[in-house]
């Protein structure tokens, strides 16, 4: 116990839409097949939105109300709020302002980051030194995706990668060693060329053309991207994890962002964590960009005991990528 105050996490939520893509149904949509999708990414099936009318602020409440409930925690005593996400509802408000609609969180402040496949663990850095500060008691930090929204499923390259679904946590001051104790985060704008969404935006707004052209969906140049992930994801983890004085054999659980079961694997090899401790769920949920973390926290929580030393580690388009350091509340 000292004075110094840590970002604890104490309770998660997630959701998962019930509707579950199989490789085989894409492999009707597009060329390619169960083999192909497995050897290259890992990913077996995703989960998928399919009610055209819903956005990502139904998948982040979903995850928010039940992290409400698992916690027992009164939607008046939450003060802030923050979604990761790249798939907003809309262009303004915020998508988080939307999850505070749907689940009753009234004055609290609530507004998104953008940092791609990165974003949950930019959130969890941003609120954790807020809390440090004082100034906030009760933070929810959510990850949400609709990825599907912008996927063009007639392109095979990038259409197996990507799912849907949200997860949450919970911070709170603590005293005790425990939390947030760390982190490293990086971007390099020589990313932007390899990973993004041509049309939409204020650059180049939509219109009959833009449809047209297909340019309202994910344009990824893979193998850029693959090189870059696998040397800046391992790399984070490594320094990460030296500047706290931490050995493969001292980390509990490494929770990478899932984006590609090769790249996942290269991080374990160089952070030297026994594989059985490295946290991977990509083979049926996908990639879900920023819910990937904390959908990886949701799904495993039984596993963690208090104390334990876990890596968080992401990267994704800016490029931007990083690791946190956290350890377990509880």
């Known amino acids: 116990m000292s004075d110094k105050v840590h970002a604890v996490i104490t309770a998660v939520g997630g959701y998962l839409p019930d509707y579950i893509l199989t490789n085989q149904e894409l492999s009707t949509m597009m060329d390619t097949s169960d083999e192909w999708i497995m050897t290259r990414i890992g990913i077996k099936t995703r989960h998928i939105l399919k009610d055209e009318h819903e956005g990502t602020s139904y998948l982040g409440a979903k995850a928010v109300e039940e992290l409400l409930a698992k916690s027992k925690t009164d939607v008046k005593d939450i003060d802030l709020i923050i979604c990761a996400t790249s798939t907003s509802d809309h262009q303004f408000p915020a998508t988080a302002a939307s999850i505070c609609e749907r689940v009753g969180i009234k004055g609290a402040l609530a507004y998104d980051i953008q940092a791609a496949c990165s974003g949950f663990i930019v959130g969890l850095t941003t609120a954790a030194a807020l809390v440090e500060t004082g100034r906030f008691k009760k933070v929810i930090v959510l990850g949400a995706e609709k990825m599907s929204f912008m996927v063009d499923y007639q392109d095979r390259s990038t259409a197996p990668i990507f799912g849907d679904g949200a997860g949450a946590v919970l911070l709170e001051p603590t005293t005790e060693e425990v939390g947030v104790m760390d982190s490293i985060l990086h971007s390099d704008p020589v990313g932007v060329k390899h990973l993004h969404m041509k049309a939409g935006g204020s650059a180049m707004p939509a219109s009959h053309e ?121």
């Open 210 to 330: 833009t449809v047209d052209k297909r340019l309202h969906y994910i344009y990824q140049e893979g193998q850029a991207v693959f090189k870059h992930a696998v040397s800046d994801m391992s790399e984070a983890s490594a320094q990460i994890m030296e500047r706290n004085g931490l050995k493969g054999e001292d980390v509990a659980w490494l929770i990478p962002h899932q984006a590609n079961l090769r790249i996942i694997d290269a991080v374990q090899r160089r952070t030297g964590v026994d594989h059985d401790k490295v946290i991977i769920n990509i083979d049926h949920v996908g990639n879900t960009s920023a819910a990937s973390i904390p959908l990886s926290i949701w799904e495993n929580e039984k596993k963690f005991k208090k104390g334990d030393n876990i890596i968080l580690t992401a990267f994704g388009a800016g490029f931007t990528w990083g690791a946190v350091y956290l350890k377990w509340g509880y």
